[in-house]
């Protein structure tokens, strides 16, 4: 059933009904549905949802694509505060999303009719200074991404020592591997595997040098400041886009002596391009990439 009113005067109601069985009570939630770059969240403000504690097993039944409304993940967006919860489309909790802020600051701005908005959105990896600029359905929005570390115990890496280009043996391959911290657990190599990252990617992310699992990028066809990105997320998958995995990789090639600092990176994902400056170590990474509104409902759980 589609109810033709809407909030924010842009696309109709959608109505969804998830089928039984589940083991919690039946309750409405209003949802809004984003995306950047491809990667696609359901934002669900705290407010509407009241006393209602949103569970990793709700959370995967909303982001299911055949039995669901369909994510890579949802974020429970407080707009006071503002802050932002993200659970992943498996029900796991990442310190952070930089495609889903991005998302999440859009969202803010259309609530409160803003064109132009600057806002500190806060995480589990700290606040995120956000610009969203001259949006309709589609914002350009900038993220000052905090975080940004090549400390082994920031990552969660059993190491002594940070790994810039660290040889390790994997599925038979031999990689060398950054690790970063965005907040959140990544590696990259600029090894070009090509078909082989699907095996490498699950191998890396069960090695036991990451007991908390860890983000992988793949970085190929490199020519300059620009380059193309493939990501395996932590709790998502394979997805269009990551923009902390994006971060990662401008920050790994930073300080690996690939390209230069402070200089603006083209970082070509499979749903698009996003613009990475990394500056000092330890520093915010600048991340700037469009999100846009796809649509609002309700789902009943």
């Not at 990259?188 to 990028?217: C, I, K, M, S, Y």
Request: charged share 20%.
């Amino acid at each position: 059933m589609v109810d033709e009113t809407t909030t924010l005067g842009v696309a109709p109601t959608l109505a969804f009904a998830v089928p039984p069985p589940y083991n919690w009570p039946s309750v409405t939630i209003r949802f809004y549905k984003y995306e950047g770059l491809g990667n696609d969240f359901l934002i669900i403000e705290k407010e509407d949802l009241g006393e209602v504690q949103l569970t990793a097993e709700q959370a995967i039944v909303l982001c299911d694509r055949h039995r669901g409304v369909g994510a890579d993940g949802v974020l429970v967006l407080d707009t006071k505060t503002p802050s932002m919860h993200v659970i992943n489309s498996d029900g796991s909790v990442p310190e952070m999303c930089g495609n889903g802020i991005r998302c999440a600051a859009l969202h803010l701005a259309r609530r409160n009719d803003q064109k132009d908005l600057e806002v500190d959105i806060d995480t589990a990896a700290g606040p995120q200074p956000c610009i969203v600029e001259n949006h309709e359905r589609t914002g350009l929005v900038t993220v000052q991404v905090s975080g940004a570390s090549l400390s082994p115990g920031d990552i969660g890496l059993r190491s002594e020592t940070p790994w810039l280009d660290e040889s390790l043996r994997v599925a038979n391959h031999d990689l060398h591997l950054t690790a970063v911290s965005m907040g959140n657990p990544h590696a990259v190599t600029f090894d070009d595997v090509g078909e082989a990252r699907f095996e490498l990617g699950a191998a890396l992310q069960r090695d036991p040098h990451f007991p908390d699992g860890v983000n992988v990028g793949f970085v190929s066809e490199r020519q300059g400041n620009a380059m193309r990105l493939d990501v395996l997320e932590r709790g998502a998958g394979w997805t269009q886009a990551c923009g902390t995995g994006a971060a990662a990789a401008a920050v790994a090639a930073v300080e690996t002596g690939r390209t230069k600092r402070g200089e603006p990176l083209s970082i070509r994902l499979p749903g698009g391009t996003l613009t990475i400056t990394p500056r000092e170590t330890g520093d915010p990474v600048q991340m700037e990439g469009p999100a846009r509104f796809v649509f609002q409902g309700e789902v009943e759980l």
